[in-house]
């Protein structure tokens, strides 16, 4: 029986690996499968645990952690499911890099750098052709 | 040569020569308007009515229609044939004048052209025959128009206001241009240059060239000035002297700077010193301009360039020149080619100033004119 139920899950686990190709459904997906996992056995948790943080498909560790440490909350309500699902979501939209290592820093707002370093360099060097050709150029690029 | 094309239409008198040669290049009729109509003395002044007559020489078929005061002009193109001509230059305008817009024309000639211009020779407005010689010739071998005929010959000097120099020009033609990536400039190899002189003391090419070396010689010491003093029959009618420079590169460009003395009894009396410090200066400043062609030429490389076969041409050029960038527009309106024209700013390597990188693609133009053997 135990084997079974395995086998299933592994089967739902594929699934939804197969499924998600985005981050936020990603996270969705695996959080639903841990819910069922504590739900159903909880004699073979820290096996489980492991295999789940192994094969968790993000590539953030702190994502792992996070929700290792709500599965100790949640039983299978509806509504604190809810909760945490909101919860999660806030998570996300918060940036990683800040609160973990110093290394990281640099990457802070990184497109937004470059978009104001590309500008800077178009303001500074005059479009020649422009200036040339007048208005004409711009189209063509 | 589409001669069903639409004719271009401009207002005023500016750029006379590159819209009337442009037209003649790529076969549209072109009509000026309002040639300096509100002025006092309206209409095309004698040279450019000389400059006129000189297109209609060496084309064949040309049609021109002037309006009574002069102040509309309007041009059907000819086709371009060349041969053994002479012409006597308008004694307002140096020889020079006439020669920019020869050098556009004849590489596209039926037959290779040798003209004799007569007049000034060398002048403080137009680039003069000695830079030309100095700059354009080497250019011209650049996109393949080479060979024993292409040459540039003065047979006599005349300074301002009455000339009186003579100066042979012959050029081959050529099918197809070659298309050129010409980007890296090099450094300066060495100095040359002519100090002339005509119907003043000889020993005035001698003090200009000291004064020149007194600057240049510091920074290289390759150097030659040669002193050039026609005597006679060959020396014009004017007197005066002055100096062309021309710096040689490692990779063949030529940048050059000239200066003249002012002609007789026209404007303050220059000393030959004075001339050549300034005339040093001058050059030291096109350097810091630098690219591959010098100011003088950049318009004459950026015709080359389109007229060239189906391929993609670079240059790297100095800051253009207003000239330049009116003829840029030109080229756009005669043969719908634009530049991609990417500047480079000169950075922390410090080779002077900001430099322009000049691409296009050639129209892929063939003589027409020119019969097959």
């Known amino acids: ?141 | 040569m589409t001669s069903a094309s639409a004719s271009l239409s401009y207002v005023g008198c500016n750029f006379l020569r590159q819209r009337l040669v442009l037209s003649t290049l790529s076969g549209r009729p072109v009509k000026i308007r309002k040639i300096r109509a509100k002025e006092e003395n309206p209409g095309l002044r004698d040279f450019e009515a000389n400059f006129i007559r000189l297109i209609d020489k060496i084309t064949n078929g040309s049609r021109i229609e002037i309006n009574q005061t002069g102040t509309t002009l309007y041009y059907q193109p000819g086709l371009l044939y060349g041969g053994s001509l002479e012409h006597d230059c308008s004694p307002n305008r140096s020889i020079g004048y006439y020669l920019e817009s020869l050098l556009c024309l004849a590489p596209f000639m039926k037959h290779p052209i040798r003209i004799v211009l007569r007049g000034a020779t060398n002048d403080q407005v137009d680039p003069t025959v000695d830079c030309l010689k100095a700059t354009a010739l080497p250019l011209l071998k650049r996109f393949g128009i080479d060979g024993e005929e292409l040459e540039l010959k003065i047979v006599r000097r005349g300074m301002p206001p009455k000339g009186g120099g003579e100066v042979i020009f012959s050029c081959p033609v050529k099918k197809a241009l070659m298309p050129i990536q010409y980007i890296d400039p090099g450094k300066i190899k060495r100095i040359r240059g002519v100090a002339y002189s005509v119907r003043v003391s000889p020993q005035i090419a001698n003090r200009i060239v000291d004064s020149a070396r007194s600057i240049l010689n510091k920074f290289l010491p390759d150097i030659y000035i040669h002193t050039d003093h026609m005597k006679g029959t060959s020396s014009g009618k004017s007197p005066g002297f002055g100096l062309t420079l021309v710096a040689e590169t490692t990779n063949g460009t030529f940048l050059s700077a000239e200066l003249a003395s002012s002609p007789q009894g026209q404007g303050p009396a220059v000393l030959p010193e004075d001339l050549a410090i300034n005339c040093a200066k001058l050059l030291l400043e096109e350097i810091h301009r630098g690219g591959c062609v010098d100011s003088t030429n950049q318009s004459l490389v950026l015709l080359l360039m389109t007229l060239g076969q189906q391929d993609v041409s670079k240059v790297l050029l100095g800051p253009l020149s207003p000239y330049t960038i009116e003829f840029l527009r030109h080229l756009r309106s005669y043969f719908q080619v634009m530049f991609k024209i990417e500047s480079k700013p000169s950075g922390e390597e410090r080779k002077g100033g900001d430099k322009v990188l000049m691409t296009c693609v050639g129209i892929g133009f063939s003589n027409l004119s020119k019969t097959v053997k």
């Open chain 1, 1 to 141: 029986m135990d084997k079974e139920e395995r086998n299933s899950r592994n089967l739902r686990r594929k699934v939804a690996a197969a499924t998600d190709s985005g981050n936020g459904t990603a996270e969705e997906a695996s959080a639903s499968e841990m819910e069922e996992s504590s739900a159903e056995d909880k004699g073979e948790s820290m096996e489980d645990s492991d295999t789940e943080e192994s094969d968790g498909e993000d590539s953030q560790p702190q994502c792992a952690g996070v929700k290792t440490q709500e599965s100790k909350f949640d039983k299978s309500e509806d509504d604190v499911e809810g909760l945490l699902k909101e919860e999660e979501e806030y998570k996300e939209a918060s940036d990683f890099s800040l609160d973990t290592v110093g290394a990281l820093k640099w990457k802070e707002g990184i497109t937004q750098k470059a978009a104001e370093a590309f500008l800077r360099q178009q303001q500074s060097a005059p479009n020649l052709r422009k200036l040339i050709y007048g208005t004409v150029a711009e189209d063509e690029g």
